[in-house]
């Protein structure tokens, strides 16, 4: 992962929110649409695949142990070269559950201790899912991405494919 600073401040003014009313500016909400072309274009050609997330947000299969061996499976069900949208699944940071009991031994839990941040193996409680797809993200060819959002791709040239959540599905923690 390569983290690229932007700083707009000096020059736009920028929202601190989705709602314009709420906090107007030049640059939208933390310029996210800006910074998501900004990484399609500058990576288009060096990667097969590229996961539009947030940071508070994983995408992580079920079926399979890493995105390399989840991807093969995802082009063989829906197709190559395709937007992939996943399930959103939201874990509140503020309900701690304990581990059932074929977890995670306590003391490799402990190795933790020192991090910094929110443990999110702490956080087993998911709020129910209302199968709208109203809020989604998306793993994507970033060649066939002709305009993404926010929350997926607007317009692409194969379309998007919604992930069955068997196979895979976002896990947002906040």
């Not at 707009?8 to 909400?29: M, R």
């Not at 097969?48 to 947030?54: E, I, R, V």
């Not at 390399?68 to 874990?91: H, I, Q, S, T, W």
Request: aromatic share 12%.
């Amino acid at each position: 992962m390569e983290v690229i600073p932007w700083s707009f401040s000096g020059f736009l003014n920028v929202s601190h929110s989705w709602l314009p009313e709420l906090s107007p500016g030049d640059l939208h909400y933390y310029g996210q649409i800006p910074a998501l072309n900004d990484c399609l274009y500058r990576y288009m050609y060096q990667t097969k695949y590229m996961g539009l997330h947030d940071k508070d947000e994983l995408i992580l299969p079920r079926l399979k142990d890493s995105w390399k061996e989840l991807l093969p499976v995802l082009e063989k069900v829906y197709g190559a070269d395709r937007c992939y949208m996943f399930e959103n699944n939201v874990f509140p940071n503020t309900i701690v559950l304990p581990p059932p009991n074929s977890q995670t031994p306590q003391h490799l839990n402990s190795r933790w201790q020192g991090v910094s941040g929110v443990n999110i193996l702490d956080h087993l409680f998911h709020e129910p899912t209302n199968n709208k797809w109203a809020n989604f993200k998306t793993i994507v060819n970033p060649r066939a991405v002709i305009t993404p959002t926010v929350h997926g791709v607007l317009h692409s040239q194969n379309g998007c494919a919604s992930v069955n959540r068997n196979i895979a599905r976002m896990y947002h923690t906040r």
